[in-house]
Every structure is written in C-alpha cells, then in structure tokens.
C-alpha cells in the first residue's frame, strides 16, 4: 500500500503490537522549483511635495497626540500618588488627634484618682488624729478624776 501525496510517498508497513508503522519516502525537488522565486514588491508611486508634507504633518500630530497621551497620564498618576498622600497625612494627623485625645484622658483620669487618693489620706489622717486628741481628752480626764 503506497500513497502518493505532493511531494513526498507513504508506505504503510506491517502493522506492530504497539500500533502501525510507515515508511516516508521524499521526492527529489523538481527541477521547476529551483528557480527562485522573487516577490514583487508593491510598486512605489511617485509622491508628490505635498503629499511627503502631508505625511510628515500626520507623524507630527500623530507624535504630539501621543506625547499628550503620555504627560496626560502622568498627570494623572501624580495626581492619584498626590491624593493617597493627602490621605495617608490626614490618617496620621487623625490617628495623633486620637491618641492625644486618649493621653489627655488618661492623664486626667489619673490626676483625678490621685487627687481622690490624697483626699482620702488626708481624711484618714484627720481621723487619726481625731482619735488620737479624744484618747489623750480621756486620758487626761482619768488622770484629773484619779488624782
């Protein structure tokens, strides 16, 4: 069994336990193929002056039009990097209001409860004293009715 494609031959050989086999054989290039082959390349028209002018004025606005895309998208990019800045600086400065707020409550927190502490120190203290002028009172009034 021989098959014939363009330019090559398929013999298929006896068939294997893992599947087929086949044989390629490849024709010699014919002779008519040797010849190069040339593309023709697409014929250059005369242009005029104007028209060059005109082609060169089309690259220019096509070139500005293109730098303009390029400075309006870098405007943009810093105008975004500028507003996550703004954002992140008034986050902070929000964060140290907070904190601040928080220290000066705490502190004034803690002011009051020592001020608290000492009061009732003071009142202590007084009521020992107290104590200890009513027990000398006794003291002296048994000493005065004894003697």
Do not use: C, W
Not at 55 to 60: D, G, N, R, T, V
Not at 91 to 97: A, C, R, W
């Amino acid at each position: 069994n021989i098959y014939t494609y363009d330019d090559m031959e398929v013999k298929h050989i006896n068939k294997r336990a893992s599947g087929q086999a086949f044989e390629l054989i490849l024709k010699p290039p014919s002779p008519v193929s040797e010849a190069p082959r040339t593309i023709a390349s697409p014929k250059k028209k005369d242009l005029s002056l104007e028209d060059i002018q005109k082609k060169l004025e089309a690259a220019e606005e096509r070139r500005r039009s293109q730098e303009a895309q390029v400075l309006k998208q870098l405007a943009e990019k810093r105008e975004h990097e500028r507003e996550v800045l703004q954002k992140a600086v008034e986050e902070n400065n929000n964060f140290s209001k907070m904190a601040e707020e928080k220290l000066i409550l705490k502190m004034e927190q803690i002011k009051e409860n020592r001020e608290a502490n000492l009061a009732a120190l003071v009142e202590r203290l007084q009521e020992k004293e107290r104590h200890a002028a009513e027990v000398r009172r006794n003291k002296e009034l048994q000493v005065e009715l004894s003697g």
